[in-house]
C-alpha cells in the first residue's frame, strides 16, 4: 500500500510548477495565442532567479527580505522579456505561433542550460557548483506548526511560500477569466478578434496583457522548481519535459485554472507514481510505462473532449490564430 | 479633428505578389543581422575578437574533410525530417510529433536488428526494418490524423502528447534489451555480426546523403505535379472549398499524415540502421521540433528546405564548436540558433505585409 503521508507532499511539491506552468498558459490561451515556448519560458524564469540569486550571495549579507525579492524580480524580469518577445513576433509581426513557440523553446532550454553550466565560469568565482542554499531555505521555509501536526502539518503546511501563491494565483486567475469584464473581453479576443475588434477592445493590447501575464507566472514554476524543490541546486536539463506537460494540463483541465489546481497535484502524483508502485527488481522496465501515463490520461482527455465537443469545453476558437484586421 | 489626430503612425498593407528574389533578399538580410547580434552576444560574453568567431562556426562545420561529411549527412538527416512533415503542414495541420514518428521508425527498426538478427539473413532482415519502421512511422501519424478527421481533435496538442508516448515506449524497450544489464542503454546493436546494418555506399555518410536527394526530388513532385498534392492544397486553402468539389477531407488528411509519419519513420530507420546502430531516447535529439522550422521558414518548398537546414545545421556545428573551443557550455549553440530564429521568424512579416509610414502632408493637415 502506498503511504499516502509520504506521497501526498511529494505530489504536491511536483504538481506545483505545473499549476504555475499550466496558469499562465491557460491566461495566455484564452487570448487566442498557443504559445509552445513555456517550457523555454520556464527555464528563463528559473535561471534568471538563480543569477540573481547567486549574485546576491556573492556579495555578502543575506537579508530575509531582499533573498526573496531579488530572485522573485529577477524571474519575472527574465519571463517578461521572453512573453514581450514571443507577443512582438506573434501579435505585431504576426508570425506564426507553433514555430515562435518553438523557437522560444529552444532558446529558453538553452539559455538556461548555458547560464546553469558557464554561470560560475563566467563570474569567476570560485564555488565548485551553484548551491543557493542560504536564500533557497528562505523560499522553502514551511509555515509554522508543520512539524508539531504530524500527518496534517505535513500534508498541508509543510510547504514554501510559493506554493500557496500558485493556488492563489490559480483561484484568482479563474475568477477573472470567468466573472469579470477584463475576463469576459479576453474570452471575447481568444474565441473571435474580429468580433472583439468591432466592439472597440483592444485586441493588441488584449494578447500583450494576457500572455506577457501568463508567461510571468509561468517562469514562478520554474522559480518554484529550483528555489524550493531542488533546494537552490541548478543542474542542466533536471526541469525536464515539465513545460510540455503543464500545456498538456490546459488541456486537461479543459482550460479552468481552477481544476488545474487539483489536476496539477494529480499529475504531480502520476509523475511520482512509479516510485512509490513496487515493481520488484527484475521488472524496472515496468517503470518506465507508469512514467507513460499523464501523457496517455491527456491524450484520452484530448479526444473525449473533441468527441463530445460540448461548446463550454472546446479550445478557444481563434487559438493559434494572428490576427489581422484587414484580412477576412 | 480629433480623429485626424488618432490616425496611426505606422499603416500595414498586405503584399501583393513577391518576387522571390526580394522574399530571400529579405531573409538574407535578416540572417546578417541576426549574425551580428550573435556575434556581439558572443564577444560580450568570451571577449573574443568577433571575426574568430564567424571562423570558428566555419571551421567547426566545415574545417576538416569529415566535420564537413558529418555535416552534410546531419543536413540530409533534418532535411528528411523535415519533408516528412511538409505535407502536414500545406494542408494546415500542425505536425510536431515528428520527434515521436522518427522515434517509432527508430524503434521498429531497432527491434528487427535485435530481435531478428539470429534468425533470418542480413538481407531479410534489412527489408524487414525498412518495412517495419515505415509501418511503425506510419502509425504513429495516423493516431492523430484519426482523431482530426474523426472529431477534430486538435492536432498541434495531440502530436505533442504522441511525443511522449514513443519516449517512454522506446525508455522501457531500452530497459528490457539494456545490454549489459544494469548498464540503462541498448549500446551497439549486432557488433561483431553487423546484422541490419544498412549497407554502405562509398563511404558511411553518403547513404543518407542519397536518400535525402532522392526523397527531396519525389517529395517537390508529389506535391506540385501530382492530384494528391493538389488536393493537400485545396484542403490548406480552404476546407469548405475542398468540400465543395469533392475532396474527401478525412481521407486527405489521414492519407498525408501517414506519408507524414511514414518519412519520420525512414528517418529513425536511418539513424539507427546506418548511423548509430543503436536506439536511446535522444536519437531524435529535438530534430522533430526544429523541422517544423525548417519546413517553415523555408515555405513548405522542399527545394528552399536545402537551404534552411543547411542554415540550422551549420549554425548548430558552428555553435558546438564555439563552445568546445572556448570551453563554454554546449548549450550556447541553442541560443545563438534561438537568436538567428527569432530574427528569420520576425522577418516573415516584412515579406507579408508593408509598412506605409504617414504621408507627412495629412500630418500638417491635421495640425
Redesign the interface.
Given at each position: 500500500m502506498i503511504d499516502l503521508v509520504s506521497f501526498i507532499p511529494r505530489a504536491v511539491v511536483q504538481g506545483i510548477p505545473l499549476l504555475y506552468g499550466s496558469t499562465g498558459e491557460t491566461l495566455t490561451e484564452k487570448a487566442g495565442n498557443?504559445n509552445?515556448g513555456i517550457p523555454g519560458v520556464m527555464y528563463v524564469g528559473a535561471i534568471s532567479g538563480v543569477i540573481g540569486s547567486f549574485f546576491y550571495e556573492q556579495s555578502g549579507e543575506i537579508n530575509g527580505f531582499l533573498a526573496i525579492a531579488i530572485p522573485l524580480l529577477c524571474s519575472l524580469a527574465g519571463s517578461l522579456i521572453m512573453g514581450l518577445?514571443y507577443c512582438?513576433?506573434t501579435v505585431t509581426?504576426?508570425?506564426?505561433q507553433?514555430?515562435?513557440g518553438?523557437?522560444?523553446?529552444?532558446?529558453?532550454?538553452?539559455?538556461?542550460?548555458?547560464?546553469?553550466?558557464?554561470l560560475i565560469?563566467?563570474a569567476g568565482s570560485d564555488v565548485p557548483s551553484i548551491a543557493l542554499s542560504k536564500t533557497s531555505a528562505y523560499f522553502s521555509h514551511a509555515l509554522p506548526f508543520a512539524d508539531k501536526l504530524g500527518w496534517f502539518g505535513k500534508i498541508f503546511l509543510s510547504y514554501g511560500f510559493l506554493a500557496y501563491a500558485s493556488i492563489a494565483i490559480a483561484l484568482v486567475t479563474s475568477r477573472i477569466i470567468r466573472h469579470t469584464r477584463v475576463g469576459l473581453h479576453l474570452r471575447a479576443v481568444g474565441e473571435s478578434p474580429t468580433t472583439a475588434d468591432a466592439a472597440g477592445i483592444n485586441v493588441t493590447r488584449y494578447k500583450y496583457f494576457a500572455t506577457c501575464i501568463g508567461c510571468m507566472i509561468a517562469g514562478l514554476g520554474g522559480l518554484y522548481y529550483v528555489m524550493d524543490y531542488a533546494c537552490g541546486v541548478w543542474s542542466?536539463d533536471a526541469f525536464g519535459?515539465r513545460g510540455?506537460l503543464a500545456?498538456?494540463l490546459v488541456?486537461f483541465t479543459i482550460w479552468r485554472p481552477s481544476i488545474g489546481i487539483f489536476a496539477s497535484i494529480l499529475f504531480g502524483g502520476l509523475y511520482i507514481l512509479y516510485l512509490f508502485i513496487p515493481t520488484g527488481m527484475d521488472h524496472?522496465?515496468?517503470k518506465?510505462?507508469y512514467?507513460?501515463i499523464p501523457?496517455?490520461v491527456?491524450?484520452v482527455v484530448?479526444?473525449i473532449t473533441?468527441?463530445r465537443?460540448k461548446r463550454e469545453n472546446q479550445?478557444p476558437a481563434s487559438?493559434?490564430l494572428a490576427y489581422?484586421r484587414?484580412?477576412r | 479633428m480629433n480623429s485626424k489626430k488618432k490616425e496611426p503612425l505606422l499603416h500595414i498593407v498586405k503584399r501583393g505578389d513577391v518576387k522571390w528574389y526580394v522574399a530571400w533578399a529579405i531573409r538574407l538580410a535578416a540572417i546578417v543581422l541576426a549574425l551580428i547580434v550573435s556575434g556581439i552576444l558572443t564577444t560580450a560574453l568570451t571577449g573574443l575578437n568577433p571575426l574568430d568567431v564567424y571562423k570558428t562556426i566555419v571551421t567547426g562545420a566545415f574545417g576538416t574533410a569529415r566535420k564537413s561529411w558529418i555535416t552534410v549527412q546531419d543536413i540530409s538527416i533534418l532535411l528528411i525530417i523535415s519533408l516528412a512533415v511538409t505535407p502536414a503542414f500545406r494542408m494546415r495541420f500542425w505536425n510536431v510529433g515528428g520527434e515521436g514518428q522518427v522515434l517509432a521508425g527508430a524503434l521498429a527498426a531497432a527491434a528487427c536488428m535485435i530481435c531478428l538478427g539470429e534468425k533470418l539473413p542480413n538481407a531479410a532482415v534489412i527489408v524487414c526494418m525498412v518495412i517495419s519502421s515505415i509501418l511503425a512511422g506510419g502509425l504513429w501519424g495516423f493516431v492523430p490524423a484519426f482523431f482530426k478527421a474523426k472529431w477534430n481533435t486538435n492536432e498541434t496538442l495531440c502530436t505533442l502528447m504522441m511525443n511522449y508516448i514513443a519516449t517512454q515506449l522506446v525508455a522501457y524497450y531500452t530497459i528490457l534489451w539494456e545490454v549489459p544489464k544494469g548498464s540503462g542503454k541498448i549500446g551497439i546493436i549486432n557488433q561483431n555480426t553487423n546484422i541490419g546494418w544498412l549497407p554502405e555506399i562509398g563511404n558511411k555518410y553518403l547513404l543518407c546523403i542519397i536518400i535525402a536527394v532522392v526523397s527531396t526530388v519525389l517529395m517537390y513532385i508529389y506535391l506540385n505535379y501530382s492530384k494528391h498534392g493538389y488536393e493537400i492544397s485545396v484542403v490548406g486553402e480552404s476546407e469548405h472549398t475542398a468540400r465543395y468539389v469533392g475532396i474527401k477531407v478525412e481521407k486527405v488528411i489521414v492519407r498525408t499524415m501517414i506519408l507524414s509519419g511514414a518519412v519520420c519513420g525512414l528517418a529513425g530507420l536511418l539513424l539507427v540502421g546506418s548511423i548509430n546502430h543503436t536506439v536511446t531516447t535522444t536519437i531524435a535529439g529535438g530534430q522533430g521540433f526544429t523541422a517544423v522550422m525548417v519546413s517553415w521558414l523555408a515555405k513548405f518548398n522542399p527545394l528552399g528546405m536545402i537551404l534552411t537546414s543547411l542554415l540550422i545545421v551549420f549554425l548548430g556545428r558552428g555553435a558546438g564548436e564555439i563552445s568546445t573551443a572556448f570551453s563554454l557550455n554546449h548549450s550556447f549553440s541553442d541560443i545563438l540558433t534561438g537568436i538567428i530564429l527569432f530574427f528569420v521568424i520576425g522577418c516573415e512579416f516584412f515579406i507579408t505585409y508593408k509598412v506605409n509610414f504617414r504621408k507627412k502632408a495629412t500630418g500638417k493637415e491635421a495640425k
Open positions: 498557443l509552445l518577445i512582438f513576433l509581426l504576426r508570425a506564426n507553433n514555430v515562435t518553438l523557437a522560444m523553446t529552444t532558446f529558453g532550454i538553452g539559455f538556461g542550460n548555458f547560464f546553469g553550466g558557464s565560469k563566467l542542466n519535459d510540455w500545456i498538456a488541456i524496472m522496465e515496468i518506465e510505462l512514467k507513460m501523457y496517455v491527456t491524450l484530448l479526444v473533441s468527441i465537443s479550445p487559438l493559434g489581422f484587414e484580412e | -
